[in-house]
């Protein structure tokens, strides 16, 4: 799974621009994005675009790469592909409740 890993750039005020794995590949949107804003003090995260992305290409994509890999596998590789998806969750999910705090969830929510 190490390379669906995203680590977004810093931008120069100290906010990140999302990524998206399309195609295959981490990219981000054209311009500045929307800002994403803290729950609590409004502070602004990150933020995020989708101006520019390759809609057409991602239809494509899903229609001639991830249907046909999907359609090849049984139902127990999907299990355990779901399953392995699930262990790095968990294995990450201080990073995750962290950057859901922002989002207004509370510890016991958020973790």
Known sequence: MSQFIYSPPTGGDGGNKLGNYITGKW?????????????????????????????????????????????????HERGRMLKALAVYLMEHKEKFYSISYHSGATGLIAG
């Open 27 to 75: 990219i981000t949107g054209d311009g500045e994005g929307q800002p994403l804003c803290d729950a609590v003090n409004g502070e602004i995260i990150a933020t995020a675009s989708t101006k520019g992305l390759p809609f057409n290409q991602m239809l494509e994509y899903g229609r001639t790469v991830g249907n046909p890999a999907l359609r090849k596998m049984t139902f």
